[in-house]
């Protein structure tokens, strides 16, 4: 997201007018975004922008908040970490001006405050981070300057603590607890929680030294950390499984093995994952459902039969990959079944970035879609989603549902997949020639 965007976004709704003026005075008054900003005779756009922002309303005339409160809002939204500076002097089409003393002092006491933390640090991951930072204006300099504007001493003592952080991960051989990790690098155990300063600046940090985007969900976040050696709430982030074996160097895993040899239904959570090396698949195959119905009903109908399925149920969590991470390791390929509508179709599309030849968009067509529509309207909102996806595989079935509007569901193809994965059962066994 670029300072243009959300300065349009800020135009846009008379709500943000007076703010964003009071904003600029500010400013141009301090030489930083700071103060605090009053607004008399409140308006009705403004008493929806300041309700949206903040969760409660103002039903009184008037209001006050600081300017930190007021950036801090977005950081929850997709405008996170866009530079406000920047957003002011596209909002008003000028560069802001301030007086000239009273910038030069602050640039000066700014640029020795963040050179004393690169001292402490020097040479190290974390050192780079930040230098980088404060060069370009990228990654977490928006939340940096709130966080100087608001607290310098408070910043300085959380900013030591994310940079041993980045440096500890990038060393530690071994996952940790990211609660121990914090109690081991601060003295407190959530000094890191996703809603905490600190631990939004390690996703920052972590994400820079990764190479990726900011992680936008929990999901995300969680599989950010994990890469990095932390591992948050290992045991509720679980996927199911049935007819898959582990392995912990050459030994097969007996947990894993026995569910196996009973063709039963079992649940790994990252704990699990975290405690084997490698897993095979039945004929180096797995099938894959986002639907626990169809995932149950097909298990069911196999009964005793050999082969390997895996239940994403919805949103693919952080086991679901990690464990698909270990299968495609293995040598064995992916078919990925889902819903017919945008939410299917994006999970569908990130899989195949994902994996890539190794998965196959199975019974993804629009040919397989037309028999089982439903009458089930997708919302316009929604079906604008559909113009994000990118795999030339899923671009002609994304065109012909946002044509019809309605949505196919999974559970209607429960035939078509079993006859699928019996064909192909049959053929591992006893050879045939393959029909579908």
Same mark, same amino acid.
């Given at each position: 997201?670029?300072?243009?965007?959300?300065?349009?976004?800020?135009? $846009?709704?008379?709500?943000?007018?007076?703010?964003?003026? =009071?904003?600029?005075?500010?400013?141009?008054?301090?030489?930083?975004?700071?103060?605090?900003?009053?607004?008399?005779?409140?308006?009705?756009?403004?008493?929806?922008?300041?309700?949206?922002?903040?969760?409660?309303? @103002?039903? =009184?005339?008037?209001?006050?908040?600081?300017?930190?409160?007021?950036?801090?809002?977005?950081?929850?939204?997709?405008?996170?970490?866009?530079?406000?500076?920047?957003?002011?002097?596209?909002?008003?089409?000028?560069? /802001?001006?301030?007086?000239?003393?009273?910038?030069?002092?602050?640039?000066?006491?700014?640029?020795?405050?963040?050179?004393?933390?690169?001292?402490?640090?020097?040479?190290?991951?974390? $050192?780079?981070?930040?230098?980088?930072?404060?060069?370009?204006?990228?990654?977490?300099?928006?939340?940096?300057?709130?966080? %100087?504007?608001?607290?310098?001493?408070?910043?300085?003592?959380?900013?030591?603590?994310?940079?041993?952080?980045?440096?500890?991960?990038?060393?530690?051989?071994?996952?940790?607890?990211?609660?121990?990790?914090?109690?081991?690098?601060?003295?407190?155990?959530?000094?890191?929680?996703?809603?905490?300063?600190?631990?939004?600046?390690?996703?920052?940090? /972590?994400?820079?030294?990764?190479?990726?985007? %900011?992680p936008q969900n929990a999901e995300a976040q969680m599989e950010l950390l994990y890469q990095a050696g932390l591992i948050y709430d290992e045991v509720s982030n679980y996927t199911i499984c049935r007819g898959i074996r582990a392995f912990v160097g050459e030994k097969i895993h007996s947990g894993w093995a026995g569910f196996a040899d009973c063709s039963e239904p079992l649940h790994i959570s990252l704990w699990?994952?975290?405690?084997?090396?490698?897993?095979?698949?039945?004929?180096?195959?797995?099938?894959?459902?986002?639907?626990?119905?169809?995932?149950?009903?097909?298990?069911?109908?196999?009964?005793?039969?050999?082969?390997?399925?895996?239940?994403? $149920?919805?949103?693919?969590?952080?086991?679901?990959?990690?464990?698909?991470?270990?299968?495609?390791?293995?040598?064995?390929?992916? @078919? %990925?079944?889902?819903?017919?509508?945008?939410?299917?179709?994006?999970?569908?599309?990130?899989?195949?970035?994902?994996?890539?030849?190794?998965?196959? /968009?199975?019974?993804?067509?629009?040919?397989?879609?037309?028999?089982?529509?439903?009458?089930?309207?997708?919302?316009? $909102?929604?079906?604008?989603?559909?113009?994000?996806?990118?795999?030339?595989?899923?671009?002609k079935l994304a065109e012909t549902i946002k044509k019809s509007g309605y949505s196919g569901y999974q559970e209607m193809m429960v035939e078509v997949y079993l006859k699928d994965i019996v064909n192909r059962i049959s053929k591992?066994?006893?050879?045939?020639?393959?029909?579908?």
């Open positions: 997201m670029m300072p243009h965007e959300f300065a349009a976004y800020l135009k $846009a709704n008379p709500g943000y007018h007076r703010i964003i003026k =009071q904003i600029r005075e500010k400013y141009e008054s301090l030489g930083h975004l700071g103060g605090t900003i009053r607004l008399d005779q409140l308006s009705t756009d403004e008493r929806e922008v300041l309700r949206s922002l903040f969760k409660k309303n @103002y039903l =009184q005339k008037s209001a006050s908040f600081p300017v930190e409160k007021f950036i801090s809002a977005f950081e929850t939204t997709r405008y996170r970490g866009i530079d406000f500076e920047a957003v002011l002097s596209c909002y008003f089409g000028e560069k /802001l001006s301030w007086k000239k003393d009273l910038r030069s002092q602050y640039e000066d006491e700014k640029s020795q405050y963040y050179d004393e933390i690169i001292h402490v640090v020097k040479g190290s991951p974390a $050192a780079l981070w930040l230098e980088d930072v404060l060069t370009n204006k990228n990654n977490a300099y928006s939340l940096l300057n709130l966080k %100087y504007n608001e607290d310098p001493e408070h910043l300085n003592g959380i900013l030591i603590e994310v940079c041993n952080g980045l440096n500890q991960c990038v060393n530690q051989p071994e996952k940790v607890r990211l609660a121990l990790f914090a109690s081991q690098i601060t003295k407190d155990p959530h000094a890191f929680d996703m809603n905490r300063d600190g631990g939004r600046l390690l996703l920052y940090a /972590l994400s820079a030294h990764y190479k990726l985007d %900011y699990n994952i975290g405690m084997i090396e490698g897993v095979s698949c039945v004929n180096s195959r797995v099938f894959v459902f986002e639907n626990p119905t169809v995932f149950s009903e097909i298990a069911g109908i196999l009964e005793d039969r050999p082969c390997s399925l895996i239940c994403s $149920a919805g949103n693919v969590k952080v086991a679901t990959l990690l464990l698909l991470d270990k299968i495609v390791e293995g040598g064995s390929e992916i @078919y %990925y079944g889902g819903d017919f509508d945008p939410e299917g179709l994006i999970i569908a599309d990130k899989l195949k970035k994902r994996y890539g030849e190794k998965l196959v /968009l199975w019974h993804f067509t629009p040919e397989a879609y037309e028999k089982i529509q439903s009458k089930k309207m997708i919302s316009a $909102a929604r079906l604008k989603k559909l113009d994000k996806i990118e795999s030339p595989e899923l671009k591992f066994f006893n050879p045939v020639k393959e029909s579908i």
